[in-house]
């Protein structure tokens, strides 16, 4: 089975760590459940917002799809989903992914793939969205 992780930080500032510490959660939350994180591959961008105008720029997170569209994985592991998008309409499209190709999507705050009704997120997320939309002004 085929493992990924994905990190992203928006800004420039103490990126690095940032990453780093992401790129170990995510290695936390698989092994927690039973996987082996030898050979995870690792995706990651810095200094760009998860907004959908960034979202052709992050090369690592473009690397990600492509890989994922080829069939080369079987776990994607996030510490957020936040940090694959921020875009609403992206998301939804991501759990289409998800569930179209049957891999095992892990994030920290809870979300799983393999659950039943791990779908029920989707809306929660959205309504978060919408929530932040109206006010927040948050690009990250």
């Known amino acids: 089975m085929k493992i990924a992780a994905y990190a992203r930080c928006a800004t420039y500032s103490q990126w690095e760590v940032a990453i780093e510490d992401q790129f170990r959660r995510c290695e936390l939350i698989a092994r927690q459940n039973g996987i082996d994180v030898s050979h995870m591959m690792k995706y990651y961008d810095n200094g760009l917002s998860g907004s959908s105008k960034y979202t052709l720029k992050r090369q690592g997170y473009q690397s990600l799809l492509t890989a994922w569209e080829h069939g080369d994985l079987g776990v994607l592991i996030v ?62």
């Open 79 to 140: 510490t957020d989903i936040s940090r694959l998008s921020r875009d609403f309409r992206e998301r939804a499209e991501l759990a289409n992914r998800i569930e179209r190709t049957g891999i095992w999507f892990l994030t920290a705050d809870g979300v799983d793939s393999r659950l039943p009704n791990w779908q029920r997120y989707r809306l929660s997320t959205v309504v978060q969205l919408l929530g932040s939309a109206s006010g927040s002004g948050r690009h990250t």
